[in-house]
């Protein structure tokens, strides 16, 4: 295996007497480039986990499993078997494509005003997070049941890794302490939370061998008994008990038959087409595919290819198609075993046309003309409500040409905040909308009993004018995932870049952002900073736009295949690496 750069693995801490991580095995050194297959993640167990699996004959399926429960260990404030999971699958042999939702889904007893106070105001978010925002866990039965259809290698094995790294430690990465440190006020009421990463009165520091006896005993079980541990065996009446023992009389509570009766589902695949490939993503409620293609049928019509990306103008026409396709999500996106979702009307040429001409030909777009407008359609009340600030992806092409693009979380740094059996539980009925209606108009992303929340991870593939994988790619990062994964593509497609230039691109988009920099979380046009994007700003401010230079971390995973070559391409700004040959 050639080695195209080494992994500079970094072990910070603060506390001089920390007892620090010596992994074994440690993490294989990365290579970029291969021709069999390939796999990129946001950090390096992770991916020397789905390498290793590859080089041992397994395929995709198989190394999305062994690598999400060894995210799940090393990243629990992300993701894990107490969160959920969108998996885009590509079936090389048959060429097609599947969408396997396993989301988090609300308890039977979740009622649609559940978080709205005696005067029927929305509480904040601060007072949903803890057990009333735990929903049914969906990634363990994705893993177990898309395993059991597409994977090869035997299922005990595949968990081997999570339960090595549970049992023998790892280093505590710098995001995952971060996290601890912003949410540390909620997460020390949690017994197991806090024996896990408080050693005293102080948190472990980055670099601190992290262990979780309690998951190690947890995944075994899994290994032995596959998802039925959870769904409907000892592992989810624990949770059941713990999390119902924390909740007050009058709050929603969950039950076992949740578990037992929670499924699987398969959603629609999106597919658009962008300088003549083909653009495939996932349907609702992952609304990131629809939003990507919406935006793309808009740049469609502009010579973004003949403009320099360092000038500020197809920068523009990015961030513009984006509010105007991410007001259509927050009006239309949700469950669609619960809403009707008129996407088909969403990506109808004639409204991309409309669309594209509330563009100003320069400046700013004005917020009047921003708001959605389906004609033939009943636009529901739009209301953004909360989205999923931390999250994990996992990209994989295997030595059969299948794909993988998965991106799981537990729907904030660190979830719930409850821990049971060294499983971190997912606040995702946090990413409902807190009230049913507005102004007298139904809202799409409302609380029912087993709907799951809409979401705005995207995890996307792109298919060359031949029909054959050219890109798979996702990212971590709220509401902002579209943005990353509509530069990538961009990059790539209209300014000829390598996914891996194109990744190191900027990130120049409008939004919230949370910015642990300022006492307030900045709204406006979000520009990298330390970028050649901060040269733009003034550009940007004579447009009209209120900018706010800030960190903008994506985490984005991609992988490339160009002239019968595949490549792995990663983030800079996370510790995200590719292993292939």
């Given at each position: 295996?050639?080695?195209?750069?080494?992994?500079?693995?970094?072990?910070?801490?603060?506390?001089?007497?920390?007892?620090?991580?010596?992994?074994?095995?440690?993490?294989?050194?990365?290579?970029?480039?291969?021709?069999?297959?390939?796999?990129?993640?946001?950090?390096?167990?992770?991916?020397?986990?789905?390498?290793?699996?590859?080089?041992?004959?397994?395929?995709?399926?198989?190394?999305?499993?062994?690598?999400?429960?060894?995210?799940?260990?090393?990243?629990?404030?992300?993701?894990?078997?107490?969160?959920?999971?969108?998996?885009?699958?590509?079936?090389?042999?048959?060429?097609?494509?599947?969408?396997?939702?396993?989301?988090?889904?609300?308890?039977?007893?979740?009622?649609?005003?559940?978080?709205?106070?005696?005067?029927?105001?929305?509480?904040?978010?601060?007072?949903i997070l803890g057990p009333r925002s735990v929903a049914v866990p969906g990634t363990l039965k994705l893993?177990?049941?898309?395993?059991?259809?597409?994977?090869?290698?035997?299922?005990?094995?595949?968990?081997?890794?999570?339960?090595?790294?549970?049992?023998?430690?790892?280093?505590?990465?710098?995001?995952?302490?971060?996290?601890?440190?912003?949410?540390?006020?909620?997460?020390?009421?949690?017994?197991?939370?806090?024996?896990?990463?408080?050693?005293?009165?102080?948190?472990?520091?980055?670099?601190?061998?992290?262990?979780?006896?309690?998951?190690?005993?947890?995944?075994?079980?899994i290994a032995d008994q596959g998802e039925q541990y959870m769904y409907g065996g000892p592992l989810g009446?624990?949770?059941?008990?713990?999390?119902?023992?924390?909740?007050?009389?009058?709050?929603?509570?969950?039950?076992?038959?949740?578990?037992?009766?929670?499924?699987?589902?398969?959603?629609?695949?999106?597919?658009?087409?962008?300088?003549?490939?083909?653009?495939?993503?996932?349907?609702?409620?992952?609304?990131?595919?629809?939003?990507?293609?919406?935006?793309?049928?808009?740049?469609?019509?502009?010579?973004?290819?003949?403009?320099?990306?360092?000038?500020?103008?197809?920068?523009?026409?990015?961030?513009?198609?984006?509010?105007?396709?991410?007001?259509?999500?927050?009006?239309?996106?949700?469950?669609?075993?619960?809403?009707?979702?008129?996407?088909?009307?969403?990506?109808?040429e004639d409204y991309i046309d409309d669309r594209f001409e509330l563009i100003p030909e320069e400046g700013?777009?004005?917020?009047?003309?921003?708001?959605?407008?389906?004609?033939?359609?009943?636009?529901?009340?739009?209301?953004?409500?909360?989205?999923?600030?931390?999250?994990?992806?996992?990209?994989?092409?295997?030595?059969?040409?299948?794909?993988?693009?998965?991106?799981?979380?537990?729907?904030?740094?660190?979830?719930?905040?409850?821990?049971?059996?060294?499983?971190?539980?997912?606040?995702?009925?946090?990413?409902?909308?807190?009230?049913?209606?507005?102004?007298?108009?139904?809202?799409?992303?409302?609380?029912?009993?087993?709907?799951?929340?809409?979401?705005?991870?995207?995890?996307?593939?792109?298919?060359?004018?031949?029909?054959?994988?050219?890109?798979?790619?996702?990212?971590?990062?709220?509401?902002?995932?579209?943005?990353?994964?509509?530069?990538?593509?961009?990059?790539?497609?209209?300014?000829?870049?390598?996914?891996?230039?194109?990744?190191?691109?900027?990130?120049?988009?409008?939004?919230?952002?949370?910015?642990?920099?300022?006492?307030?979380?900045?709204?406006?046009?979000?520009?990298?900073?330390?970028?050649?994007?901060?040269?733009?700003?003034?550009?940007?401010?004579?447009?009209?736009?209120?900018?706010?230079?800030?960190?903008?971390?994506?985490?984005?995973?991609?992988?490339?295949?160009?002239?019968?070559?595949?490549?792995?391409?990663?983030?800079?700004?996370?510790?995200?690496?590719?292993?292939?040959?």
């Amino acid at each position: 295996m050639s080695i195209r750069s080494l992994l500079l693995f970094s072990i910070v801490s603060s506390v001089s007497n920390a007892v620090l991580a010596k992994p074994e095995p440690f993490p294989t050194l990365p290579n970029s480039e291969g021709k069999k297959f390939m796999v990129s993640a946001t950090n390096p167990y992770v991916t020397s986990t789905g390498y290793s699996i590859l080089k041992q004959g397994g395929n995709a399926i198989d190394a999305m499993v062994a690598m999400q429960l060894v995210m799940g260990v090393v990243e629990p404030d992300m993701t894990g078997i107490g969160g959920g999971t969108f998996a885009l699958y590509y079936d090389n042999t048959n060429k097609r494509f599947t969408a396997y939702d396993g989301r988090d889904a609300a308890p039977a007893s979740a009622t649609p005003d559940m978080f709205l106070d005696e005067k029927g105001k929305a509480i904040s978010r601060n007072d949903i997070l803890g057990p009333r925002s735990v929903a049914v866990p969906g990634t363990l039965k994705l893993l177990y049941a898309t395993h059991q259809k597409h994977g090869k290698l035997e299922w005990q094995e595949l968990v081997k890794p999570a339960i090595h790294y549970a049992e023998n430690g790892y280093a505590m990465n710098s995001y995952t302490y971060d996290i601890v440190v912003r949410e540390n006020t909620r997460l020390v009421n949690d017994p197991e939370i806090k024996a896990l990463y408080w050693k005293g009165d102080d948190i472990r520091p980055t670099g601190t061998n992290m262990t979780n006896p309690k998951l190690a005993a947890t995944l075994k079980k899994i290994a032995d008994q596959g998802e039925q541990y959870m769904y409907g065996g000892p592992l989810g009446h624990r949770i059941v008990d713990t999390v119902n023992a924390r909740l007050k009389d009058n709050e929603a509570k969950l039950s076992i038959k949740d578990f037992a009766d929670y499924q699987i589902k398969q959603r629609d695949i999106v597919q658009s087409t962008y300088r003549d490939h083909k653009i495939v993503s996932f349907g609702y409620p992952a609304s990131g595919g629809v939003l990507v293609s919406q935006s793309l049928e808009m740049l469609e019509k502009s010579d973004i290819a003949n403009m320099a990306y360092t000038d500020a103008e197809p920068w523009r026409l990015m961030v513009e198609a984006m509010r105007l396709a991410k007001e259509d999500r927050i009006a239309y996106a949700g469950d669609p075993s619960y809403v009707d979702t008129p996407v088909e009307e969403l990506l109808a040429e004639d409204y991309i046309d409309d669309r594209f001409e509330l563009i100003p030909e320069e400046g700013a777009g004005h917020a009047k003309s921003i708001k959605p407008g389906l004609d033939d359609v009943i636009t529901p009340a739009s209301h953004e409500g909360f989205e999923s600030q931390d999250t994990g992806h996992i990209s994989i092409i295997d030595s059969e040409g299948n794909a993988i693009a998965m991106t799981s979380t537990v729907g904030t740094g660190m979830g719930s905040g409850v821990m049971v059996d060294g499983v971190l539980l997912n606040a995702q009925m946090a990413n409902f909308s807190s009230i049913p209606s507005l102004d007298g108009k139904p809202v799409q992303n409302a609380i029912e009993p087993g709907k799951r929340p809409r979401s705005a991870i995207t995890p996307l593939m792109v298919m060359d004018p031949d029909g054959q994988l050219r890109l798979v790619v996702g990212s971590p990062g709220s509401s902002q995932i579209p943005g990353y994964v509509l530069k990538t593509i961009v990059g790539v497609l209209d300014w000829d870049l390598s996914a891996q230039a194109a990744i190191d691109l900027p990130n120049i988009q409008y939004g919230t952002k949370i910015d642990r920099t300022k006492p307030y979380n900045p709204t406006g046009l979000l520009v990298e900073k330390r970028t050649f994007a901060e040269s733009l700003v003034p550009q940007f401010s004579e447009m009209g736009y209120k900018v706010h230079v800030i960190p903008v971390v994506s985490g984005l995973n991609a992988i490339e295949v160009k002239d019968r070559k595949i490549y792995g391409a990663t983030d800079r700004r996370r510790a995200s690496t590719s292993m292939g040959e």
